[in-house]
């Protein structure tokens, strides 16, 4: 558009000029920015409100042409508002700018590639490595070769300091504080009490910060150990930076005041790497204007959805900048107080696709993953799916797949000229939803062609060749009769896949929320959105979708409806009383005060600023915190927390203390009063108009035909500018708008409103009849790549959303925070379907225990039973690790099983934790059950539970019952309501398609997952000549496992473990169904592209296991090493064997400590246990050197943060680091283990059960091998010179350690590839 083209009714008044009449909102975002300007023109027949909205959009990189995208969107604003030029080299004239508004991806962008400021961390001496540790997950437990971000800091400064917290939480005695009297406690923010063991020396702090700034580093972040609380250290550190001269300070204290050093570490180096960058950015940015930017209202948006001005502006903040502006945008416009319909946001770009919900309120959340980065500060709840227009097409392993890699901006998808692959893209323009001759000709060598529709052809004729030969290929082998399928249906196969894709956020959003997805509307937006709305909505059985007419540039609209918030939050460790109320109203009023004084000083008064009040409140015991709002009417904050803990996780803990732990208070100023969806009330008024014959309306562009379901149908295509408010048209049907294409499916209407057009969908079948949903007649047998990849995402939706509601409803540590569970969903024979990818060692394990229980419970299973089984015969791995089975019954039968399975912290035996490092027996190791109903027709059988873990271990010498029952219980009832929640998608999903066709796919998908191992190993045959694999190791105590694998021509392959040593006296036996896990695992991580992992993957495979060995023990046998320790040994071994990758740890490192039960002065107290899993060295592959301090293999468990961990138990966590050179060296090196030293603040037992102490991590291909572990007991000898007498533990120990002993567990480095 011409910006000098307008006429004088047009622009801005003459009398407007230099008036500050212009409003101007860009939302920079990584490829276009969007700029909006509004501005008052003379009222007309086009301008009615006296209003005028113009949008420019361009390149948010174009250094040919212009330095700065929004500086040159507001030039061209300007010129278009006033007619007048305003030329690229001279400062911009500000006197007709009333406020700018920006949201900008230049911190997430800096954040993703990694070029932020150089930046140093200032931490607790022994933590220097902590946040390349985390929380020691690996981010695909699939992926052998572990890609983890990069830390953002250049440099560690560890400072000799130290504080703990006073008391533990875990303490069954009143005082939870501890000593308050301690002559070097002191009171902290939060209200717990402090001890001060060590205080820095500061001309040493000095001397090391002075040599970082002198290497040239001028940012600085500092995080000490409970500085949420204690932060006077911190403070002395940023005085000491602030002296030398350092630009950029942030501390953490100040920053984020919340427990949790790892997230709170990573937020203020997120902060000290990112703001520097938006700093340079804005100084850039404001260097283009006159001398009035000083004075002008320049506000950004932060990642909660709140604007702030410039100068309070942080990289931290602005992480998620650019998507909180489009759900503000979409929550002001489609949203209604009085309808009170929630809405789902579905920004499709280009990339990837963003869901968020409102539903009157923006949804936050405290602690988000980010390009690596886990950081503390409050952000919209934004889920992201890497599904977006440039999404890449695959057809491997005969799925169709969208994603996850983009064909990005350059070359972009294949229609793009630039010799790109094909993408979601070329789908729509293929199947005629977006038009080449509607679309700019920018294209090309020259940027003036149009988009190439004959390439995409091309592209999509050898896909659909490709496709066809292998389907043939497969339906004959089936014995089914073959059709080819056209170009056409493929790629409307690839559309059907993403729309999927793109569903299952969503479904997390809702579903698994307790929220009914079906009564909400979705707000599209987004560049891709409109071709994608109106079929993801019918997935979804939502009814309902609106797109603003500014949807393509909804975020920098919302910028213009948002409000500036200033927020205040200060640390708590109160427990919830009526005592402890006032006390703690009292601080919100301190700081509500606060962020009115801010405000004002932003210009707003009393009567423009909104203020929201919060408590984060959690049970006691729990990780699991809730910002719970302030109720209305003097409500209960207890009550309140209650009510949303029972709609997030159904259930609430009567009788259990709620703790306080944060207090914060978020303030709003507006000019104007936000008025929230008028779009209903117009709908409700409208007159409407139906377009009964396209061609004669005045939008009326021509007919074209689109591909559909059903085959092409002439489709109308209007302009969205000439339509005029109260136009109807039904689908099916295109609408243009300047910079989107909405596609108006057969079945829906579209009406058009002032500022919305507003789909609705007609046919009340859509979405619910499988014909429709996947295209043509749908046959019970028939194998479709279509319908396959589609039932390949509802069938691991189904086990996620078990997994979710797991994790939401237990109560333990072990399973809501460690996350060591798993769900899965099997066919009626008891095969695995569909398994998270929660805990590996658990993967072929569950198939073994539900084939048991139908075989154990043969004719006598019925509907509302479930089933409790732990004993390794009955396909249990170790006993803590409970397996909950619930059958699904239709019509009197069982058609599926779903199943979960959950690490119990503690089932009875000879010690608190249930992993006797020296048990001999399996009675020594807790309870076990060969399988028992624990629900008999939907009623619950407790005094079966508790004969179970109560009586019976008890009846053994030395043993005990569960010490926590309480808790064991509690998490029962979770694996039970996840498995609820499993049966009723299972159900869902069949009244959708029927059951024949789901459990026809059932047995697709593992045929599928068979075709793919069997092509790896023919592949492996091929590579070694046919000759055998053969692979062996050694358990510390000797004992050897030794594998022997030959593979057959047609890919089948036969592992045979003769040779494995006999069965052991001691715990590291592992039973069959160890084995499997191990198999299925390894030989899915060679796999190189996705697979569904399912039963599939073991057909080609035959196990011989000879019995009475290390691997096939007797029923008596002790197995919980097994589990931890034996399994990892066995991966090793496979992978060698395959040569694969070189020997990782070898070991998960066990570590539990605990008190027993006890009575004193007759009061019973209870015990308590901890149990961890520890983090090694990964093993180096042919491609990649060895990740260090991560969990590798058959665990992927979290660890506690160090703060946490010392509020519940009365420890301190000294060093947790990682162990340098422990990786062996090669061509490519293997990963370092880790050092984690505790002690302990008073007399426990404490066990270690580890592996990796004799025979070290063995290297491949002449790469040598990574470093052995060793655990040392630290005894403290207070009447001796020597401050500690040290013991070497072995690998298998339990110790009494009394207050001020340590352990220190060093575990082992990863063996290298390749000779050097």
Request: glycine share 10%; net charge negative; hydrophobic share 40%.
């Amino acid at each position: 558009m011409s910006s000098l083209a307008s006429t004088s009714n047009n622009l801005l008044p003459a009398s407007l000029h230099g008036k500050h009449a212009i409003c101007v909102c860009i939302d920079r975002g990584g490829t276009f920015s969007d700029c909006v300007g509004v501005f008052p023109v003379e009222p007309s027949a086009e301008f009615p409100s006296g209003e005028r909205t113009v949008v420019v959009k361009l390149l948010s990189e174009d250094p040919e042409h212009y330095p700065d995208a929004p500086r040159e969107g507001i030039r061209r604003i300007l010129e278009i508002a006033t007619g007048k030029r305003h030329p690229r080299s001279q400062p911009l004239d500000t006197s007709n700018i009333k406020f700018i508004r920006m949201g900008t991806t230049v911190a997430t962008n800096a954040l993703l590639e990694r070029k932020g400021e150089p930046c140093a961390l200032v931490i607790t001496r022994g933590f220097h490595d902590l946040l390349r540790i985390g929380n020691q997950t690996r981010p695909r437990i699939f992926d052998l070769s572990i890609a983890k971000p990069d830390v953002l800091y250049k440099e560690v400064v560890s400072v000799d300091e130290r504080v703990t917290l006073v008391g533990y939480t875990m303490n069954p005695r009143p005082d939870r504080t501890g000593d308050k009297h301690s002559e070097t406690a002191v009171l902290g923010k939060s209200g717990e009490y402090v001890d001060v063991l060590s205080v820095p020396d500061w001309d040493v702090v000095r001397c090391d910060l002075q040599k970082v700034y002198d290497s040239g580093i001028r940012s600085v972040a500092i995080c000490l150990m409970h500085s949420y609380t204690f932060t006077a250290h911190e403070e002395t550190v940023g005085r000491i930076a602030r002296d030398i001269g350092f630009t950029h300070i942030t501390l953490s204290s100040d920053l984020v005041p919340m427990i949790k050093i790892v997230p709170r570490a990573h937020s203020a180096t997120a902060d000290a790497y990112l703001t520097p960058v938006i700093r340079r950015y804005v100084d850039g940015f404001s260097s283009g204007f006159d001398g009035g930017i000083a004075d002008l209202r320049v506000d950004f948006m932060q990642s909660d959805g709140g604007l702030a001005p410039v100068d309070h502006f942080s990289g931290l903040r602005a992480i998620l900048s650019g998507p909180a502006a489009g759900v503000v945008g979409y929550a002001v416009t489609s949203y209604s107080m009085d309808e009170r319909v929630p809405v789902i946001g579905f920004d499709m770009g280009g990339t990837s696709t963003d869901v968020s919900r409102f539903d009157g309120r923006l949804e936050h959340v405290f602690e988000t993953t980010t390009a690596g980065v886990t950081v503390q500060a409050p952000q919209l709840d934004i889920n992201t799916v890497a599904a977006g227009g440039g999404s890449r097409l695959f057809f491997r392993n005969g799925l169709m797949a969208v994603g996850p890699e983009s064909a990005g901006a350059h070359p972009g998808p294949a229609c793009y000229r630039k010799g790109g692959p094909l993408a979601v893209t070329d789908a729509n323009l293929l199947l005629g939803r977006l038009r080449a001759e509607h679309f700019p000709n920018i294209f090309g060598d020259s940027e003036d062609q149009p988009l190439d529709l004959e390439k995409t052809r091309e592209l999509f004729a050898g896909l659909t060749e490709r496709i066809n030969v292998e389907m043939q290929s497969e339906r004959v082998s089936l014995g089914q009769a073959h059709c080819d399928k056209s170009i056409e249906q493929v790629a409307l196969g690839f559309l059907q896949v993403a729309n999927e894709a793109m569903c299952r956020p969503i479904r997390a959003l809702t579903e698994a929320r307790g929220h009914d997805v079906q009564r909400h509307a979705l707000a599209c937006f987004g560049g891709a959105g409109g071709q994608h709305a109106c079929a993801v909505a019918a997935n979804l059985g939502i009814r309902r979708v609106f797109v603003h007419r500014l949807a393509s540039v909804l975020s920098a609209h919302g910028l213009g409806l948002a409000e500036v918030v200033h927020e205040e939050q200060a640390p708590s460790a109160d427990v919830y009383s009526a005592n402890a109320l006032a006390s703690l109203l009292l601080r919100l009023d301190k700081l509500a005060a606060t962020c009115k004084e801010k405000l004002g000083e932003q210009g707003f008064g009393d009567s423009q600023i909104k203020i929201e009040r919060f408590f984060n409140m959690r049970y006691d015991g729990t990780d699991t915190a809730m910002m719970v709002p302030e109720p209305a009417n003097d409500g209960s904050f207890v009550s309140q927390f209650e009510a949303m803990h029972l709609q997030e996780f159904g259930f609430v803990h009567h009788g259990r203390d709620v703790v306080v732990d944060d207090l914060r208070v978020r303030a709003m100023g507006t000019l104007a009063e936000t008025e929230y969806g008028h779009v209903y009330a117009e709908l409700q008024n409208l007159a409407k108009r139906h377009i009964a014959v396209p061609g004669d309306h005045c939008a009326f562009v021509e007919h074209v035909p689109v591909y559909f379901q059903t085959g092409h149908q002439d489709t109308a295509i209007y302009r969205l500018d000439d339509l005029a408010s109260g136009d109807v048209i039904s689908g099916p049907s295109i609408v243009l708008d300047r910079n989107s294409t909405i596609l108006v499916e057969p079945g829906w209407t579209a009406t058009v409103t002032s500022d919305q057009l507003v789909l609705d969908r007609a046919d009340a079948s859509l979405g619910i009849a499988p014909s429709t949903k996947l295209g043509g007649q749908l046959s019970v047998t028939e194998l479709d790549p279509i319908q396959l990849s589609v039932f390949a995402h509802r069938f691991m939706s189904i086990a996620e959303q078990m997994g979710r509601t797991l994790e939401k409803t237990s109560v333990s540590t072990n399973i809501k925070e460690r996350l060591d569970f798993s769900c899965a969903l099997f066919d009626q024979l008891g095969n695995l379907v569909a398994n998270a990818p929660h805990i590996p060692v658990h993967l072929g394990s569950m198939s073994h225990a539900v084939k048991y229980q139908l075989e154990r419970f043969s004719g006598d299973l019925s509907e509302g039973d479930v089933i409790m089984a732990n004993h390794p015969q009955a396909g249990g791995s170790h006993l803590p690790d409970i397996t909950i089975i619930t059958p699904v019954f239709k019509d009197g039968r069982i058609i599926f099983f779903v199943a979960s399975r959950g690490h119990h912290a503690d089932i009875g035996g000879i010690l608190p934790g249930s992993m006797p490092p020296t048990s001999r027996e399996l009675y020594q190791e807790g309870a076990s059950t060969m399988g028992v109903k624990i629900v008999r027709k939907g009623k619950l059988q407790e005094s079966e539970i508790k004969r179970v873990l109560l009586d019976e271990p008890a009846r053994y010498p030395e043993c005990s019952g569960t010490r926590n029952y309480r808790d064991v219980l509690s998490d029962l009832k979770a694996q039970v309501a996840a498995n609820h929640r499993g049966i009723g998608l299972v159900h869902h999903l069949c009244a959708e398609y029927g059951l024949d066709v789901v459990q026809a796919y059932m047995s697709h998908i593992q045929r599928t997952a068979e075709a793919a191992v069997r092509s790896l190993l023919k592949e492996t045959r091929k590579g070694n000549g046919a000759a055998q694999l053969k692979g062996h190791d050694f358990m510390d105590d000797g004992s050897k496992i030794n594998l022997c694998v030959e593979i057959d021509e047609d890919g089948s392959a036969l592992f045979d473990f003769s040779g494995t040593s006999p069965e052991v006296y001691s715990n590291i036996n592992a039973p069959p169904s160890v084995t499997y896990s191990a198999i299925i695992y390894c030989l899915r991580c060679m796999v190189q592209n996705e697979l569904p992992l399912n039963q599939g993957c073991l057909a080609p495979v035959k196990v011989v296991i000879p019995k009475d060995t290390l691997l096939f023990p007797s029923a008596t046998a002790a197995v919980v090493g097994g589990n931890v320790l034996t399994s990892q040994r066995l991966c090793d071994v496979i992978l060698s064997a395959f040569g694969a990758a070189a020997a990782s740890q070898g070991c998960m490192n066990n570590l539990t400590f605990g008190v027993p039960s006890a009575e004193e002065d007759g009061k019973r107290y209870d015990g308590w246990g901890y149990y961890e899993t520890i983090a090694g060295g990964h093993g180096a592959g042919p491609t990649w050197n060895g990740q260090s301090g991560v969990h590798t293999h058959m665990t992927n468990t979290r660890i506690t943060d160090p703060e946490i961990f010392e509020r519940r138990y009365p420890v301190i966590l000294h060093q947790f680091s990682l162990r340098t050179d422990t990786g062996g060296n090669g061509a490519h090196r293997g990963g370092d283990g880790c050092i984690r030293e505790i002690e302990f603040l008073e007399a426990m037992s404490v066990s270690l059960l580890t592996e990796r102490r004799v025979f070290s991590p063995p290297g491949l291909e002449g790469g040598q091998n990574g470093a052995c572990g060793i655990n040392l007991w630290k005894r403290h000898m207070p009447d001796k010179k020597e401050e500690f007498h040290v013991l070497n533990l072995g690998g298998k120990n339990t110790v009494f350690a009394r207050p001020k002993d340590r352990i220190v567990v060093m575990t082992p480095g990863g063996g290298g590839y390749g000779h050097v």
